[in-house]
């Protein structure tokens, strides 16, 4: 751990105005690039998870002070942020704002004085984001699904992700992340500092490079699965008027991957001839949003077939969180990263 002089000399040299949390696990160079680019904090908080290629040592090298969970306790993203920012209450209790950002991302070198600046102007937004971008979209069609997945519309929006500077503050005042929301963390906050009558804003300055290492078929059907679990989640803990968190989204997974597919299985049980005609809807929905997304016509065709796709392991983690909560089972964590190699390897 970095001691207090060392956590002192880095505070007197930055600005005192915000600090940062870095939450990762096993992002090998993709830590040291992320924590590289923290040169403007006042005090960087890196939250380790048990990781196994040295990211303690680099993050301890490059002066971060660090938090190593204990994984006795089940982890989640929201409980590793939460870590950080106490640990950040701690050593600099009179920041202003605290920027979190994923250990495979790079912050813009000029997000934080845009960030700190508008919050600055803006009292009642309680957090800003910005422009994040897939740093290798051509490397994988996974990796150019996200680089879409984060070119969201600017202004006044209901919902961040997980790289967001906000108000130290008003996120105490809120209680923090809740820990025992496995995905989409960051939707389940924004719920209740709306409901505190606060804002969020994204802006369209460059925020962050995002490493995504997406390549393989099986960790986009995992990351899909999870998006299912939280919109399941989400709807359960919020889905009541007026916000109906995650309704829509939970009932498309429910009526695509999950009611349909049964429905077209009974169909061709009772009508052996002719009930295939039942599986049509799926071509016909393809269709519909090839026509409808935006971009050249193979992008929209190829948007569309992961759109339709997405349903079913969607619709899996749907089931899996109400299995879950009719079993009265703990989640698990649905890890769809890949697992880095060592500094030294």
Known sequence: MQTSESINQRSGSKSGKFGVVVIGRNEGQRLITCLRSMSTAAMVVYVDSNSTDGSVQAAQELGADVVELDLSIPFTAARARNAGFSRLLTIGPDLSYIQFVDGDCELAAGWPNAATAFLDRQTDVAAVCGRLRERYPDQSVYNWLC???????????????????????????????????????????????????????????????????????????????????????????????????????????????????????????????????????????????????????????????????????????????????????????????????????
């Open 147 to 345: 680089d879409i997945e984060w070119d969201r519309p600017t202004g006044e929006v209901r919902a961040f992700a997980g790289n967001v500077m906000v108000r130290a503050q008003v996120l105490k005042a809120v209680g923090g992340y809740r820990e025992d929301v496995i995905a989409a963390e960051e939707d389940e906050l924004c719920v209740r500092l709306r409901q505190a009558n606060w804002r969020i804003w994204r802006l369209a300055d460059e925020m962050a490079l995002h490493d995504a290492a997406m390549l393989h078929f099986g960790q986009w059907w995992k990351r899909a699965r999870r998006a299912g679990y939280a919109f399941a989640q989400g709807s359960h803990l919020h889905g009541s008027l007026p916000e109906r968190h995650f309704v829509r989204e939970a009932r498309r997974a429910m009526v695509w991957g999950l009611l349909l597919p049964l429905i077209c299985f009974l169909a061709m049980i009772a009508f052996p001839r002719f009930g295939w005609i039942a599986w049509l809807v799926y071509p016909m929905q393809f269709a519909r949003l090839s026509i409808n997304n935006p971009g050249s016509l193979a992008d929209r065709v190829r948007l569309a077939f992961f759109q339709i796709l997405a349903r079913f392991p969607e619709g899996l983690g749907l089931a899996g969180f109400w299995r879950n909560r009719l079993l009265h089972r703990r989640p698990e964590l649905i890890e769809h990263k890949q697992i880095t190699r060592s500094r030294n390897a």
